[in-house]
């Protein structure tokens, strides 16, 4: 089951600062975040893990609750290349370690 | 390296035709998906392969099938064209487990059936 991302749109002025929630109703093993720019690839952003590990780019901040089963991902002192499109993808106990299921997306677009 | 590359970058396709879209890396990761994209939609799993000779369904298999017969490629292949398969189509990779591990996009290909 996709796991459910909040808010839809974002709108920022550079410099503020913004949190996208995603939220599964299945156990998991790990929350998984990207960012698309339009018309490109999704570009990985970080792994949380089950557990407390996490993998990624230093300079991007998340959490994962894993009883809740929801993961956050803090964007601080926005910057015009932060536009684009966040996504979440989870790995679950019921989907196996070998695949991601993906939320539909926060759009986030920051002005100057 | 060139990473994920995927051909071709646009297709048009009649109703009823079939396609094989093409997906390489050359990471020598045994783990890759294909995923399609809606217009303002998340990544929907068609189909995964763990490594050379494996393959398993995703979330929205039907009318698609893979094949893998070497590590580097990972095929997908449209026999009946249908309108509802027009998306985006990415291919991607992982060194290990998707749990565990970043996965690498190739540039996607859009395909449009009319």
């Known amino acids: 089951q996709q796991p459910v991302q909040s808010p839809q749109a974002v709108i920022l002025r550079e410099g503020e600062d913004a949190v996208i929630n995603c939220s599964s109703s299945?156990?998991?093993?790990?929350v998984h975040w990207y960012r698309q720019k339009h018309g490109e690839a999704p570009v990985f952003l970080m792994i949380l893990l089950k557990g407390g590990e996490q993998k990624g780019h230093d300079k991007i901040s998340a959490s994962f609750n894993e009883k809740k089963q929801q993961s956050s991902l803090y964007l601080t002192a926005s910057q015009l290349s932060y536009s684009g499109t966040y996504f979440c993808?989870?790995?679950?106990?019921?989907?196996?370690?070998?695949?991601?299921?993906f939320g539909a997306g926060t759009r986030l677009a920051v002005h100057p | 390296n060139a990473g994920v590359t995927q051909t071709p970058k646009f297709r048009i396709l009649k109703i009823g035709q079939s396609m094989t879209l093409q997906c390489t890396q050359d990471?020598?990761?045994?783990?890759m998906y294909w995923y399609r994209q809606d217009p303002g939609m998340g990544l929907k799993l068609i189909y995964y392969s763990v490594g050379a000779g494996i393959t398993d369904k995703g979330e929205v298999p039907n009318g698609y099938n893979v094949s893998r017969s070497t590590t580097e490629d990972f095929p997908l292949r449209l026999e009946l064209a249908a309108p509802s398969q027009t998306s985006v189509y990415f291919c991607?990779?992982?060194?290990?487990?998707?749990?565990?591990?970043?996965?690498?996009f190739g540039p996607g290909t859009r395909l449009t059936v009319l």
């Open positions: 991607a990779s992982s060194e290990g487990q998707a749990h565990y591990n970043e996965q690498f």
């Open positions: 299945k156990a998991l093993y790990s």
């Open positions: 993808g989870t790995a679950s106990s019921s989907g196996g370690y070998n695949k991601l299921i």
């Open positions: 990471m020598n990761h045994n783990y």
